[in-house]
C-alpha cells in the first residue's frame, strides 16, 4: 500500500512566523505535490516536483517555497505565515509520465495562522 | 483555461438507490478521467480511473462513464449505503503530463 505522511495533522502558529509543513511518501514516486484546499475553491496545486532538487510552480505559489532533497520527502515553506495562509494542505506523490498519473494522498494538515 | 466542473449542490439519496454524479471538462481533452472519494478532514483517496478511448468502467458498486461528445463523466454507486457518504472529487489530465485538474467535488449524502 501507498503511504503518504503528514509532519502533523494539525498546527496553530502566528502571523510573521516561518512554517514548515513536511511530506514523505515511501513507494519511490518520482512526482509530489502540495495543494491547499478550501471550502467552495476545492484543490489549489502550490508547488510540485518531478524529482529531487527540482519544482515546478503551481498555480496559486505565492507566500510559499518549497524543497526537495531526496526523492521521498516534500517540504512546503511559509517564510511568513500570513492569516490568509490559515488552510487545509495536502501532500501527494505519482508515479513519472507514462503511468496514469493517478495521485496518493497525505492525511492533510490542518494550519491555523492566527 | 482548462476546467473540471462539477455540481456544488449536495446530492441526497436514500439507501439503497444509485447515486449518479457528474463531471464536465473544458477548454480542454483530458486524456483520462479520475475518481477520488474525500471524507471529512482527510486527504482524497483514488477510486476509478477510465481512459478516454473507453467508454464505461467498472469497480464493485462502483461505474464511471466518459463521453467525449458530451465532454462529460458520469459516476455512479449502485445500492448505495450510509458509508458511501462522502465528497467525491473528479480529476482529469491530459496524459503524459504530471498534474491533474480537480473539480470542486460534489458530496453526497445516503439516508437511511
Known amino acids: 500500500d501507498v503511504k503518504v505522511t503528514q509532519s502533523s495533522r494539525y498546527l496553530v502558529k502566528r502571523t510573521g512566523e516561518k512554517v514548515f509543513l513536511e511530506c514523505v511518501q515511501d513507494m519511490d514516486h518520482e512526482n509530489m505535490f502540495w495543494y491547499r484546499q478550501d471550502p467552495g475553491l476545492g484543490l489549489r496545486l502550490i508547488y510540485f516536483?518531478?524529482?529531487?532538487?527540482?519544482?515546478e510552480k503551481g498555480d496559486i505559489p505565492e507566500g510559499y517555497s518549497v524543497s526537495r532533497e531526496k526523492k521521498e520527502r516534500f517540504s512546503l515553506i511559509l517564510e511568513s505565515a500570513s492569516t490568509n495562509q490559515t488552510s487545509m494542505y495536502l501532500c501527494a506523490s505519482s508515479y513519472p509520465p507514462g503511468h496514469t498519473d493517478t495521485q496518493y494522498f497525505g492525511p492533510g494538515t490542518r494550519l491555523t495562522v492566527l | 483555461s482548462q476546467k473540471i466542473e462539477q455540481n456544488s449542490e449536495a446530492l441526497n439519496i436514500q439507501e439503497g438507490k444509485t447515486a449518479t454524479l457528474t463531471c464536465n471538462y473544458t477548454n480542454y481533452s483530458p486524456a483520462y478521467l479520475q475518481w477520488y472519494r474525500q471524507d471529512p478532514g482527510r486527504g482524497p483517496v483514488f477510486l476509478l480511473l477510465i481512459r478516454e478511448n473507453e467508454k464505461e468502467k467498472r469497480k464493485e458498486r462502483l461505474k464511471v462513464t466518459f463521453d467525449t461528445t458530451l465532454k462529460q463523466s458520469l459516476f455512479h454507486i449502485t445500492a448505495s449505503q450510509p458509508a458511501d457518504s462522502a465528497t467525491y472529487l473528479c480529476?482529469?489530465?491530459?496524459?503524459?503530463?504530471?498534474?491533474?485538474?480537480f473539480g470542486t467535488g460534489t458530496q453526497l449524502k445516503v439516508e437511511l
Open positions: 516536483s518531478y524529482d529531487v532538487k527540482m519544482k
Open positions: 480529476a482529469g489530465t491530459a496524459g503524459g503530463g504530471n498534474k491533474l485538474t
